[in-house]
């Protein structure tokens, strides 16, 4: 019954391990697509980011549109840390190791606080670089907190939950170990 049980979680941390390389891979497209097309189509990439943070961007120049990818671009390598360390939790389960798991789970929840808080400074910075182009007086900086960062808010409690559990665990397996 236990080996059954045993080798299900094997079975589920390897698949999830796989899926969080694609979701890597995907992320390193999406970082990609938008760098490629912020150079061919410079005004409409501009436009549409621009749009992303609520401003209109239709005479943004240029140097505006590559402003907001690098803002873009900063938030997909914060979510590439996010989901990297992730999959370092269930590759450290696979080989049996609860303290490279609560250390990666650690690592984890702190980058999800990390993506609250750029989340929040991105939009902001991304309303003043989409802005920057109106007269003085009508650029705009905007601070706000959606659904995004409420549910991001969550997953990092749970994660800081979820590496204590690990912490804890890694430590009980020791003294198990150490009994046996």
Not at 26 to 44: C, F, K, P, R, S
Not at 161 to 175: I, M, N, Y
């Amino acid at each position: 019954m236990i080996e059954t049980e045993t080798q299900s979680f094997l079975r589920s941390a390897e698949i999830l391990r796989n899926a969080l390389t694609a979701v890597l891979a995907l992320l390193i497209l999406m970082g990609a697509v938008v760098v490629v097309w912020t150079l061919v189509e410079t005004g409409a990439a501009g436009r549409w980011l621009a749009a992303q943070v609520g401003q209109d961007g239709d005479d943004a120049s240029g140097m505006q549109a590559f402003g907001l990818t690098a803002l873009t671009l900063t938030q997909i390598g914060i979510w590439y840390a996010v989901v990297w360390q992730t999959r370092r939790i269930f590759t450290a389960l696979l080989i049996a190791d609860a303290s490279a798991a609560g250390a990666a789970a650690r690592r984890t929840a702190q980058l999800l606080w990390v993506v609250v808080i750029w989340g929040v400074l991105a939009a902001a910075l991304g309303t003043v670089v989409a802005s920057w182009h109106y007269p003085e007086g009508e650029r705009t900086l905007a601070v706000s907190i959606g659904p995004g960062q409420i549910t991001t808010i969550f997953a990092a409690l749970l994660a800081s939950f979820t590496s204590h559990a690990f912490v804890l665990g890694a430590a009980l397996w020791r003294d198990h170990r150490e009994v046996i």
